[in-house]
């Protein structure tokens, strides 16, 4: 799904809290090399958009604290230690972590995530939650609010958190942090790093433990600056028994560290949440797809229109990199821009830089998230210095105006500029999948190429999904109005005839 931050809704107003690039803001990062004005800074004004990975990111040690061995996934059994029992008495130290983590404070905040939530000592020099109530257990209780450190307006007044961020029979929600502490709610998961999925986490934090992918746990820290202690990184494709439920995360094909959630719960019932993804064949290969039928999906259905057809990612790319190296050929003194929101379409871009062996200059906010990632063929390619021919610049930015602006900005270095935005919304169904119908938009030296590089299923990517799947329920986490939800469930009772 997506509001302002995903691409999956047409632009919208940045949310105060975001910068121009749909980052969090920051504090100000060092300025880059050679490419600070004041133009830049009134150019990075703008922007709408988000994205996508085929390729998962390199495998990483399990960085949970010990005693919480993840195993890989390999068929065998991947059952472990509950992580409440692991993170409780003893903690032991974590990868990176802080110096304090068996301070009294912390000690007491693992306590207070197990089965019984002991009695808080008083509120101390960081206390990551000085709320005026200590005691008391953690589940089924409200809290006073309004302490010290829920000055926050979303936890002054939070709305209710609606049925569908909830996972039943489980104290679980998902991407529900907009509502303050959520009565009953033990454990919050988070799909991924986009805003409209995040909102509502800050620093001040301190509800209970967030989970998520190790990527997007490193983007919560450094980003939102949300207190470590809540932040609970989970392997990919690795089962971990949190509360009595099976959790597994799932790579997502949507922005760096997206994942699927899958529950397990006790009793046998199985759900699974998409957050956001991209639908495909090989998602269905899983063998934890292919092992048990789905009682309960909840799924992204941003483009669930039989409209939206939109070609395989690696045709998009192809697309781009050839019609890159054919301005090029025209005119070597062309700048190639690719407009991006936030984390997302990174693999349109480094396929440029690969292609034509230039560097990819972004902003300074920009260049820390993706280095974030941890990704060595992308950091690789990053470089400071705006004299690249290859720019990262906010989607809502990529326009004639202010290309033509930027333009004359660097110098004379460029004559041209060739932009690409690559976002599901520009898909035309005149021009479906033929790439080689996209007609561009050209003004005088600048050019712009809408291409249908989505990181959201198509609908028959959806339907397939949810053939293969055959859930006894679907709820969609995404619906703006009741006439759209109940024409999807149309579609859904279509596909699962006969299930
Ligand atoms: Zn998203």
Not at 306 to 325: C, G, H, L, N, S
Not at 448 to 455: F, L, R
Request: proline share 8%; net charge positive; with cysteine.
């Amino acid at each position: 799904m997506a509001t302002a931050g995903g691409d999956a809704d047409p632009p919208q107003p940045f949310p105060a809290d975001l910068d121009d690039n749909g980052f969090p803001s920051l504090p100000s990062p060092p300025a880059a090399a050679g490419s600070t004005s004041v133009f830049a800074e009134d150019f990075y004004r703008s922007g709408t958009d988000w994205s996508s990975l085929r390729d998962p990111p390199p495998r990483r040690p399990p960085e949970g604290p010990p005693g919480v061995k993840a195993k890989e996934k390999e068929g065998a059994s991947l059952v472990q230690s509950s992580l409440f029992q692991a993170w409780g008495i003893e903690r032991p130290r974590r990868e990176g972590g802080a110096a304090g983590h068996s301070s009294p404070v912390q000690k007491s905040l693992f306590q207070a995530w197990g089965i019984e939530r002991p009695k808080r000592e008083g509120v101390g020099a960081g206390d990551p939650c000085p709320s005026p109530i200590r005691s008391g257990s953690w589940s089924g209780r409200k809290r006073q609010r309004g302490g010290p450190g829920e000055a926050a307006p979303a936890a002054m007044n939070p709305r209710t958190c609606p049925f569908y961020k909830k996972i039943p029979g489980t104290p679980f929600t998902v991407d529900a942090f907009r509502y303050g502490e959520v009565e009953g709610c033990s454990a919050y998961f988070l799909s991924h790093f986009h805003h409209d999925h995040y909102g509502g986490l800050t620093k001040k934090w301190c509800h209970g433990p967030i989970f998520c992918s190790a990527l997007t746990a490193r983007l919560v820290k450094m980003c939102l600056s949300v207190n470590s202690d809540y932040i609970c990184p989970l392997e990919l494709d690795t089962e971990y028994v949190i509360e009595g439920v099976t959790v597994t995360l799932l790579e997502a094909n949507h922005c760096p560290g997206a994942a699927l959630i899958h529950f397990r719960l006790s009793d046998g019932k199985t759900y699974l949440h998409t957050g956001d993804f991209r639908a495909s064949r090989s998602m269905q290969l899983h063998p934890l797809l292919q092992r048990g039928r789905v009682n309960l999906l909840y799924l992204d259905t941003t483009y669930c229109n039989p409209k939206y057809k939109f070609p395989p990612q690696e045709d998009v790319i192809d697309f781009v990199v050839r019609t890159a190296r054919r301005y090029l050929a025209k005119q070597p003194k062309t700048l190639i821009v690719v407009g991006a929101y936030s984390i997302g379409k990174e693999n349109v871009y480094l396929a440029i830089s690969q292609a034509l062996d230039v560097p990819i200059y972004t902003d300074a906010s920009r260049r820390r998230i993706l280095h974030s990632f941890d990704w060595p063929d992308l950091s690789k390619r990053i470089c400071s210095c705006n004299q690249s021919s290859l720019h990262v610049l906010p989607l809502g930015s990529v326009n004639h105006e202010n290309l033509k602006k930027y333009l004359e900005t660097l110098n004379q270095k460029f004559v041209a500029v060739l932009a690409f935005r690559p976002t599901g919304w520009t898909f035309s169904e005149a021009t479906g999948k033929q790439l080689d119908l996209i007609k561009p938009s050209s003004n005088g030296s600048v050019t712009i190429y809408g291409v249908p590089y989505s990181e959201h299923s198509s609908f028959t990517e959806l339907r397939d999904f949810v053939m293969f799947l055959r859930p006894q329920v679907i709820r969609s986490v995404n619906v703006g109005n009741v006439a759209s939800r109940d024409k999807m469930q149309a579609y859904f009772r279509e596909w699962l005839k006969g299930s």
